[in-house]
């Protein structure tokens, strides 16, 4: 078992979102001299080899990985996910990267607002006002009314939205598929289906487009290598609200390198989303921890189980 080690794993979380903000950057760069299609494509097949050869080594291989007993919803997981990286990667061409992250960050107030329709979870009256908070941050990010209204800002708004979806879907197959199976249903279905869409806008690339392919796909085993690892060594409750920091890198990269400009309303509005997101984070691990201590109250201690209660009938010697 491995050690389970906090700090470790935060690092690793910090680590992972910086790779998968420099992804981000290379991904705008070749989006925005090839289809996107294609480019995702070619990002898939190096990413379903590199879930075929963690697999592999897993115990019991590559049967045991693609076991499950929803095959048709862990194949549309795979294929929802890779639709949102296109979704977001065309985000990235259009909107650039700093407007595109700041109206994606809301993903974890749609994960909070679908649980209850898709999971049957209950949502509280503070997460609502949280998920609320947050979506006044999205209004003021888009600016309906005041400027004329880019419907090209919708679209990130549909890659949080698939992206949520995708979140509680993988929860909801988790009750009975392990971690690798879903990871191995991602890759290889992803890649099946981005193969089957992008193979048709296929372009000639130049050769130094093709390093910046190989950078691209190696980054991306990179990252999911590294957010694999801090899912090993910490609780995911821990980690998962410093992911949040690959907005800011990647508005960095957006800024410093494609020439992004931070309007004063995204830096506002995206405080506010990234504020109500973490509250709803640290209500979903409240909640969890609150579980579990009742559940270790709820269970009978050595004595409870051996001592009858005072009011229960007592065998006399004579008895069997």
């Not at 980690?239 to 800011?248: E, N």
């Not at 640290?282 to 009742?294: H, P, S, T, V």
């Amino acid at each position: 078992m491995i050690e389970q080690n906090t700090r470790k794993g935060i690092f690793l979380m910090i680590a992972t979102t910086i790779v998968f903000a420099i992804q981000d950057g290379i991904s705008r760069h070749l989006a925005g001299e090839y289809n996107v299609m294609m480019v995702v494509m070619i990002r898939y097949w190096f990413f379903a080899a590199f879930v075929i050869a963690i697999s592999a080594r897993k115990a019991g291989g590559l049967k045991a990985a693609a076991a499950t007993n929803q095959p048709f919803l862990q194949a549309f997981r795979g294929v929802l996910l890779a639709a949102e990286i296109c979704v977001a990667v065309l985000s990235f061409t259009l909107l650039g990267l700093v407007e595109s992250h700041a109206i994606f960050a809301c993903y974890p107030l749609l994960v909070a607002a679908l649980s209850g329709p898709i999971l049957g979870e209950k949502v509280g009256w503070r997460r609502w006002a949280a998920i609320g908070t947050g979506f006044i941050g999205i209004l003021i990010i888009l600016e309906p009314g005041v400027t004329v209204f880019a419907i090209e800002a919708l679209i990130p708004l549909a890659s949080a939205l698939m992206f949520a979806v995708y979140g509680l879907l993988t929860r909801y197959v988790s009750r009975q598929d392990s971690a690798a199976t879903s990871f191995f249903w991602t890759g290889i279905t992803g890649a099946i289906f981005m193969t089957a869409v992008g193979i048709w806008f296929w372009e000639a690339m130049a050769p130094t487009d093709w390093i910046w392919m190989g950078f691209l796909c190696m980054s991306g085993a990179l990252g999911h290598y590294l957010l694999i690892r801090a899912y090993e060594v910490a609780e995911a409750s821990a980690v998962q609200p410093f992911a949040y920091l690959q907005m800011p890198f990647s508005s960095i990269i957006g800024i410093l390198i494609f020439g992004d400009v931070l309007r004063e309303n995204v830096a506002l509005g995206a405080g506010l989303v990234v504020a109500a997101g973490l509250f709803t984070l640290f209500r979903a691990r409240a909640k969890e921890k609150a579980e579990q201590i009742n559940a270790v109250a709820a269970v009978p201690t050595n004595a409870d189980a051996v001592t009858p209660p005072s009011d229960a009938p007592r065998k006399s010697e004579g008895s069997p």
